[in-house]
């Protein structure tokens, strides 16, 4: 089955700083999603990537402060810009690896933010 | 929007039991997956189970789209078992899309 990796697993960072996270799929697929899962709580949609047109965000994320790329069928990043505490999150990509929609849906491991 | 609804919130049993967790939904979805997060926050993908009843070594799940409602069986629970089971709708018109539920928190002792 395809390879999910995200980089970095985990990291701390300071105030006021941002941070991009990589999601690389060993398949091209034609939808990425990024989802946030806060601590304690369930995962929340933030945003789908789509490969050549901008980012289709959920309500209550917009892209000044979660700037996604997608540059090719592979790859896709999520920035989270100006971070502040309550931006410590675990940021997963999913994917759907059958790419032919109403698909099972995988995740990455996740990148686990602590912002101080 | 549509509500996901799982039950028990938390749950504890003895390593060797058996148990159900459920979860409920409020409109008609395009398909539901369970899937098991981990200690170290990865998670697993269990079943992909719009209707019907699958099953995978001790676990097993049964979807009821008409009524509403899947659930979870985890027989001769182990250790390992622990962590939090979510289940997922992805709703219609809304391709890979999930609207997860607030999880189950299955602890499993010795």
């Known amino acids: 089955s395809a390879v999910i990796s995200q980089k970095p697993s985990r990291d701390i960072c300071q105030r006021g700083t941002s941070l991009t996270i990589q999601c690389q799929v060993d398949s091209q697929v034609t939808m990425m999603f990024w989802y946030r899962q806060q601590p304690g709580q369930s995962l929340t949609l933030i945003a789908t990537?789509?490969?050549?047109?901008?980012?289709?965000?959920e309500s209550g994320f917009v892209i000044d402060k979660f700037p996604i790329s997608r540059p090719n069928l592979t790859f896709s990043t999520l920035t989270v810009s100006n971070m502040s505490p309550e931006d410590s999150s675990i940021y997963l990509c999913?994917?759907?690896?059958?790419?032919?929609?109403?698909?099972?849906?995988?995740f990455g491991e996740g990148s686990r933010l602590t912002v101080l | 929007g549509i509500q996901v609804e799982q039950s028990p919130p938390d749950l504890i049993l003895q390593e060797g039991a058996n148990s159900t967790l459920r979860c409920n939904f409020s409109?008609?979805?395009?398909?539901l997956q369970w899937f098991h997060q981990n200690p170290w926050g990865q998670l697993i993908n269990l079943f992909y189970i719009p209707s019907g009843t699958k099953q995978n070594g001790r676990l097993s799940a049964t979807t009821v789209a008409t009524e509403r409602y899947s659930l979870l069986y985890i027989s001769s629970s182990q250790t390992t078992d622990s962590g939090v089971y979510f289940c997922a709708v992805e709703l219609r018109d809304s391709w890979g899309k999930l609207q997860f539920g607030a999880g189950t928190q299955v602890v499993v002792t010795p």
């Open positions: 409109d008609s979805v395009n398909n």
């Open positions: 999913s994917v759907d690896l059958a790419g032919s929609g109403t698909g099972e849906l995988f």
């Open positions: 990537a789509n490969q050549g047109s901008e980012a289709t965000y």
